[in-house]
């Protein structure tokens, strides 16, 4: 509640507690895990790397507790499909509208989490759309396309302009770089010419902000203008840079019956667009 408000006075109003009682309930938590959960500071209150996974494995509890009590089992929960970035791109809106004709009866729930592996490990999907390689072993990946990059300049600089541009031209900027979930970092660049990192951000929302404001700019996949348009960025091919592959992945144990199905459909429709 209290990094949804960003307050603990306004979480303790939502939840009709005193705000001294809600502070002792959040010192017990933080001792109870040996690790601090929210930073705070005169603008309010924002989670710590340790809180964000926590809020992540509790909303997954919740999620877990809430299918347990349902009364309606006969019925198939939804398929969480996470992601960290941009979903699977221009394929998206197409992968709905086909499982929608095909399975109305079982709802596909895109969730974006902040996380480099789309909720798989907090429990909060069944199925994640990544750009980078599962690193546990209980995980399983099948690679649907490999997707363009992008730059993204602020929309008045001089280089949104251009028609393209080219990695080496871009190493006299400086870069906005997720560290979190993004795909970008200095090894794109020859050693020796590559930018100054101007900021490292978690989010998508932080980074697109930074590029706005002029700070830097950013190489993303080609999928974030269409997924996530700015009126303040424009994006430009870079054809030099080597393309980003999309993966599907989920846990080995997963037993979502609508899992299977899920991957084959999405595997169809990226075959059928690319012909």
Not at 109 to 114: A, G, N, Q, S
Not at 240 to 261: E, F, G, K, M, T
Request: net charge negative; hydrophobic share 45%; glycine share 6%.
């Amino acid at each position: 509640m209290a990094v949804d408000e960003g307050s603990i006075s306004k979480a303790a109003t939502r939840l009709h507690m005193a705000q001294s009682a809600v502070s002792r309930r959040l010192a017990e938590l933080e001792r109870h895990v040996r690790q601090p959960l929210l930073e705070r500071s005169a603008e309010g209150v924002q989670p710590t790397v340790a809180g964000k996974m926590f809020c992540a494995k509790a909303d997954a509890a919740v999620t877990a507790f809430d299918d347990a009590m349902r009364t309606d089992m006969h019925r198939v929960r939804a398929l969480r499909v996470g992601y960290a970035w941009s979903a699977a791109g221009v394929y998206t809106s197409e992968i709905l509208r086909r499982w929608q004709e095909v399975n109305p009866d079982v709802m596909v729930r895109l969730k974006r989490v902040d996380d480099p592996a789309g909720g798989l490990t907090s429990g909060l999907s069944d199925v994640a759309i990544m750009r980078t390689h599962a690193q546990r072993r209980n995980l399983r990946e099948e690679l649907l396309v490999m997707e363009p990059r992008v730059v993204a300049v602020p929309a008045g600089s001089a280089l949104a302009g251009r028609g393209k541009i080219c990695l080496p031209d871009l190493a006299d900027y400086p870069l906005v770089i997720n560290s979190f979930s993004g795909t970008t970092n200095l090894e794109l660049w020859q050693e020796g010419r590559q930018p100054v990192v101007a900021v490292e951000v978690d989010t998508i929302d932080d980074w697109q902000s930074y590029i706005a404001a002029g700070v830097g700019i950013g190489v993303t996949p080609a999928s974030t203008a269409w997924m996530h348009p700015h009126a303040e960025i424009s994006y430009l091919p870079v054809p030099d840079a080597p393309p980003v592959p999309v993966y599907l992945v989920w846990a080995s144990n997963n037993r979502h019956p609508a899992l299977h199905s899920f991957i084959q459909l999405a595997r169809n429709v990226v075959a059928e667009v690319a012909e």
